[in-house]
């Protein structure tokens, strides 16, 4: 069953917390994304990943950092979390040989009070 | 520079109305251009997508128009209905290093 799952699904934290995001997928894509995603607005690309240990930064890198171990799984971290990053994070995934549109888990909605 | 723009930012439509919603990139080397749809609350879902060798691309009732030399394309909602109402996304996909592109969206509601 090809799906991509986030936890947690929602998550409350205090500013200056660590926060940390999870992204699995089971399609053994090779390219995984995480987006942010502010109210009325487009997807911003944080950090693109080409497979293990091959991270990018994308558009809005400041303040998050990335951890690919393993090819199935993402993850997202904020060290000290800040109130301007509340927000909703989506994960995707997709096959980096066959022009194939990323296929998008169900997101965090993430709180920083 | 935003790299893919969308216009109109929302859309109102009559149910079995056609809606077109609008799409322009800036690098001529993205290869590929999936649409999204969005509702309230859910993460976003491929409605369909176009490669550049093509100038259309249809799907029932939602068809892609591509123009390469102008750098534009389109989205045509015939026998628009209630349920088509969402937030549409375009996007573009870079082949050099897989980079997905979204525009900010237009938000679609169709009214019955």
């Known amino acids: 069953d090809m799906k991509v799952t986030q936890m947690p699904r929602y998550l409350i934290k205090r500013m200056g917390e660590n926060v940390l995001l999870e992204c699995g997928q089971d399609?053994?894509?090779?390219?995984m994304y995480w987006y942010r995603q502010d109210p009325g607005l487009g997807l911003q690309l944080i950090y693109i990943?080409?497979?293990?240990?091959?991270?990018s930064e994308g558009d809005i890198p400041k303040g998050y950092r990335v951890s690919r171990k393993k090819r199935e799984h993402f993850s997202l971290i904020l060290d000290s979390a800040k109130t301007n990053q509340t927000s909703v994070y989506f994960c995707?995934?997709?096959?980096?040989?066959?022009?194939?549109?990323?296929?998008f888990g169900e997101g965090t909605r993430l709180s920083v009070l | 520079q935003q790299q893919v723009r969308q216009s109109p930012q929302s859309l109102t439509v009559w149910e079995g109305e056609t809606a077109i919603l609008n799409c322009s990139y800036e690098?001529?080397?993205?290869?590929?251009f999936p649409w999204y749809w969005q509702f309230p609350r859910e993460s976003p879902a491929l409605l369909i997508a176009?490669?550049?060798?093509?100038n259309k691309k249809e799907d029932g009732r939602f068809t892609i128009f591509f123009n390469k030399r102008e750098k534009k394309l389109s989205l045509h909602i015939t026998d628009s209905q209630p349920g088509d109402s969402a937030t549409y996304f375009c996007?573009?996909?870079?082949?050099?290093?897989?980079?997905?592109?979204f525009g900010d969206g237009t938000q679609l509601v169709v009214k019955p």
């Open positions: 995707a995934s997709s096959s980096g040989h066959n022009n194939q549109a990323p296929l």
């Open positions: 399609m053994s894509h090779e390219t």
């Open positions: 990943s080409y497979d293990v240990d091959s991270n």
């Open positions: 690098d001529s080397t993205f290869d590929y």
């Open positions: 176009i490669r550049p060798v093509s």
């Open positions: 996007a573009a996909r870079r082949n050099s290093n897989n980079r997905i592109f």
